[in-house]
């Protein structure tokens, strides 16, 4: 059984960096990608970030591009999402997914979620 589980939200200024990371467990060899997707308050949920895991290719939102950071730790089965020059409208729930498809995080069906992880930036 995959179990995702997140940590590393929490409340931060604007200007501000948190770090994410989601710890996979179980039957992650078949893992295509993992990445971050993020719901704000009232609006739909969006990928954010993914990562790989054949070739260790990164792809981000527009919105997150040059301040946020999508990395992977083999040793530890774990992605790390940095995040840096925090704004208030990176304000949301954040939930960590994994995908058994090719494109399946950039489709919105990933196979496995997380719990989700709050960030709340304040102005």
């Known amino acids: 059984q995959v179990r995702l589980v997140e940590s590393g939200g929490g409340l931060v200024q604007a200007g501000g960096f948190l770090r994410l990371s989601c710890a996979a467990s179980?039957?992650?060899?078949?893992?295509?990608?993992m990445g971050w997707y993020r719901q704000p308050p009232g609006k739909q949920r969006e990928l954010v970030a993914h990562?790989?895991?054949?070739?260790?290719?990164?792809n981000y939102a527009d919105s997150v591009k040059g301040r946020f950071t999508i990395s992977r730790d083999n040793a530890k089965n774990t992605v790390l999402l940095q995040m840096n020059s925090l704004k208030p409208e990176d304000t949301a729930v954040y939930y960590c997914?994994?995908?058994?498809?090719?494109?399946?995080?950039?489709?919105?069906?990933?196979?496995?979620w997380g719990q989700g992880t709050q960030v709340t930036v304040s102005s």
């Open positions: 997914a994994a995908s058994l498809r090719p494109s399946g995080l950039e489709l919105g069906v990933p196979a496995y």
């Open positions: 179980g039957t992650i060899f078949s893992f295509t990608a």
């Open positions: 990562i790989t895991f054949s070739s260790s290719t990164t």
